[in-house]
């Protein structure tokens, strides 16, 4: 049973350039949401999708834009990748509001 | 605005040793409260979750948390440390009916041998 799956597990870029991070889940669930790790900051929402068909911004969507394909998928996109950016990038999946969200194994991203 | 405080951010127990991580939220309803385990290199893992069937939620390895209303709180305890409970800890608190999910900015446990 994978659960939630992220690809890739580890990024460098050169700063301007863009790029897109995948997740995809297995479990049917409604939910998914993008988060961002940094030291000492915990984790912040980038964006969610509560549904299929929808996407809302979070705590820190600014750089950002993301994609709910299906109800498996829901992409990041960075589109001029900034050094603020670096980071570790968590998707996660969860069955609807306030229910326990299942995370992916997250994406290293260096920006240079 | 929903917040979540986890004091110290980092915390030493010897093995076999009461653990107590803490937390404390603000909230003007009770709110959903969950706690996670972080591994190197690994996502967030659930660990227990309030959701206000009861104020003493067991969770998975031994860990358990209490939610004290009066005291905006859901500390967690195991009450004797093993060295593979040496992760980092995220308490977690949503409000009913939303899909914004405020992290507290962790506590590493450190388990000495």
């Known amino acids: 049973n994978a659960g939630v799956t992220q690809t890739p597990k580890f990024q460098v870029l050169k700063t301007g350039q863009s790029m897109t991070l995948q997740c995809a889940q297995d479990m049917n669930h409604n939910s998914m949401y993008w988060y961002r790790q940094d030291p000492g900051m915990g984790l912040r929402l980038i964006y969610y999708?509560?549904?299929?068909?929808?996407?809302d911004k979070g705590e820190v969507p600014n750089g950002y834009n993301v994609s709910r394909l299906n109800k498996r998928e829901f992409s990041l996109r960075l589109e001029s990748a900034a050094p603020s950016q670096t980071s570790v990038y968590f998707c996660?999946?969860?069955?609807?509001?306030?229910?326990?969200?299942?995370f992916g194994d997250g994406t290293r991203l260096s920006i240079l | 605005a929903q917040s979540v405080t986890q004091l110290g951010s980092h915390v030493s127990v010897s093995e076999g040793a009461l653990v107590l991580l803490r937390c404390n939220y603000s909230s003007s309803v009770p709110p959903y409260l969950f706690w996670y385990v972080q591994y190197p290199n690994q996502g967030l893992q659930l660990l227990l979750k309030?959701?206000?069937?009861?104020?003493l939620v067991k969770g998975i390895n031994g860990f358990e948390a209490e939610f004290k209303k009066s005291e905006t709180s859901f500390h967690l305890t195991k009450p004797s440390a093993h060295m593979s409970d040496a992760a980092e800890y995220f308490c977690a608190v949503s409000d009913s009916g939303t899909y914004k999910y405020i992290f507290g900015t962790g506590t590493r446990l450190k388990v000495l041998a």
């Open positions: 999708s509560a549904s299929e068909g929808t996407t």
């Open positions: 996660a999946s969860n069955q609807g509001s306030n229910q326990p969200q299942h």
């Open positions: 309030y959701t206000s069937a009861a104020t």
